[in-house]
């Protein structure tokens, strides 16, 4: 099972891990990322391109699902604007044993950092920037490709 959400929603982490512990796994691994107060940022804004960025999450799960024969991949992700301390993203892979659940779910969250096409705009106070991509996260994403 593949599930795919872009939504302006709140995540709610019961609910999505209810749909993948149904599936009668051994192993669940999750990632659920925070809008972070880095320096003070006081707000993040996420856009999307509707239609692109759902079909690269798709296939980013697509991908884990067979590479680590899955039972369950699960990617939601929110846009909108966000405060600190607000969920921006959950990861959870599913699969009959850990190991393929963690390496599932790393391999997911990096992929999504560089090839899923949304743009984020930090503001703090008066000032408001696009946050530009970060050379760790095309390294993290590169590692799957060796």
Not at 14 to 41: H, I, K, N, T
């Amino acid at each position: 099972m593949i599930r795919v959400l872009v939504s302006r929603a709140p995540i709610d982490l019961a609910e999505e891990m209810a749909r993948v512990e149904g599936q009668d796994v051994g192993a669940v691994a999750s990632f659920c990322g925070l809008v972070r107060a880095d320096d003070g940022v006081d707000s993040l804004e996420l856009e999307h391109y509707p239609g692109a960025t759902e079909a690269a999450l798709e296939r980013i799960a697509r991908e884990a699902v067979n590479r680590w024969s899955l039972q369950a991949a699960t990617i939601v992700h929110r846009v909108g604007p966000m405060r600190p301390g607000e969920r921006i993203v959950l990861v959870l892979a599913a699969a009959p044993h850990r190991r393929d659940a963690l390496d599932a779910c790393a391999y997911l969250i990096d992929r999504l950092k560089t090839d899923a096409p949304f743009w984020k705009r930090e503001t703090r106070g008066h000032d408001s920037r696009w946050v530009e991509a970060r050379e760790s996260d095309t390294a993290a994403a590169e590692r799957w490709t060796a």
